[in-house]
């Protein structure tokens, strides 16, 4: 027996005087909020899915770039003149700095949600880790580089 079921029998037998169409309005503010809330835990799952995933792929990424530089300058004078190059660089810069802007966003909509603070934290930090390690390669391009 649902929800409904309950608080009808609970009116129609005197535990609850007020009437029906406070019930039925209960009921529906109830239905409301656990519709809202499984659509906004199943929202916050995909999110924070696509959040670990792409930090993950762009720390991958700038951390092979400084391998790469480190330990085989050749191969990365060849990666550096390909066409790959401007996708990853693209997506360096893109997820770098628009990572941090999307969490925050995150941390707005979801601060109803007190059970997800820890994911929300994970999230924090592996985007101030990728916008920290993007900024640390460019202020190494900067020291190492000869920009003219």
Same mark, same amino acid.
């Given at each position: &027996?649902?929800?409904?079921?309950?608080?009808?029998?609970? *009116?129609? $037998?005197?535990?609850?005087?007020?009437?029906?169409?406070? *019930?039925?309005?209960? *009921?529906?503010?109830?239905?409301? =909020?656990?519709? @809202?809330?499984? !659509?906004? @835990? $199943?929202?916050?799952?995909?999110?924070?899915?696509?959040?670990?995933?792409?930090?993950?792929?762009? #720390?991958?990424?700038?951390? !092979? &770039? *400084?391998?790469? @530089?480190?330990?085989?300058?050749?191969?990365?004078?060849?990666?550096?003149? $390909? $066409?790959? /190059?401007?996708? +990853?660089?693209?997506?360096?810069?893109?997820?770098? #700095? #628009?990572?941090?802007?999307? +969490?925050? =966003? @995150?941390?707005?909509? &979801?601060?109803?949600?007190?059970?997800?603070?820890?994911? #929300?934290?994970? /999230?924090?930090?592996?985007?101030?880790?990728? =916008?920290? &390690?993007?900024?640390? +390669? +460019?202020?190494?391009?900067?020291?190492?580089?000869? !920009? =003219?």
């Amino acid at each position: &027996m649902g929800l409904g079921g309950v608080l009808f029998r609970a *009116v129609k $037998s005197g535990h609850l005087p007020n009437g029906i169409t406070e *019930v039925k309005g209960l *009921v529906r503010e109830t239905n409301g =909020f656990l519709r @809202e809330l499984r !659509m906004t @835990e $199943s929202g916050l799952k995909v999110s924070h899915v696509v959040t670990r995933t792409i930090a993950t792929i762009t #720390l991958a990424n700038l951390g !092979m &770039m *400084v391998v790469c @530089e480190r330990y085989s300058p050749t191969h990365c004078r060849a990666f550096a003149n $390909s $066409s790959l /190059d401007k996708i +990853v660089t693209f997506w360096t810069i893109t997820t770098a #700095l #628009l990572l941090p802007l999307y +969490v925050g =966003f @995150e941390g707005w909509w &979801m601060r109803k949600c007190k059970v997800t603070t820890i994911a #929300l934290w994970i /999230d924090a930090g592996l985007a101030i880790a990728c =916008f920290l &390690m993007f900024v640390g +390669v +460019v202020l190494y391009a900067f020291g190492h580089y000869a !920009m =003219f």
